[in-house]
């Protein structure tokens, strides 16, 4: 079992910055990937970005250059520093683990935190 609690969601101007923060109830040094996605009212949940436990990223293209995934495993730790926010960044932002196993994937998630991104 996963544990994760996401913080630092709220409201942020057009072109301002958020930072947001996942805790991992265990080492995310053990879990193969750690990621943020999110999902608008109306839309489907779609993943923002990823890092592996060897610090590999990827990216959706929406947001590449502007978002930035990092992860400290020291501090079981998984961030996401979001700059030049648009308006279409505006959603419930979820912190995803990607466990892998001799039976399978199992995906473990967070409750989400909100970002608006308004004037």
């Known amino acids: 079992q996963v544990q994760l609690v996401e913080s630092g969601g709220g409201l942020v101007q057009p072109g301002g910055s958020l930072g947001l923060s996942c805790v991992s109830s265990?080492?995310?040094?053990?879990?193969?990937?750690m990621g943020w996605y999110r999902q608008a009212p109306g839309k489907e949940r779609e993943l923002v970005a990823a890092?592996?436990?060897?610090?590999?990223?990827n990216y959706a293209d929406s947001v590449k250059g502007r978002l930035t995934i990092s992860r400290d495993n020291a501090q079981n730790t998984v961030y996401l520093q979001m700059n030049s926010l648009k308006p279409e960044d505006t959603a419930v932002y979820y912190c995803?683990?990607?466990?892998?196993?001799?039976?399978?994937?199992?995906?473990?998630w967070g409750k989400g935190t909100l970002v608006t991104v308004s004037s």
């Open positions: 890092i592996t436990s060897a610090g590999i990223t």
């Open positions: 995803n683990a990607r466990v892998s196993s001799w039976s399978g994937v199992t995906n473990y």
């Open positions: 265990r080492s995310i040094s053990s879990i193969n990937t």
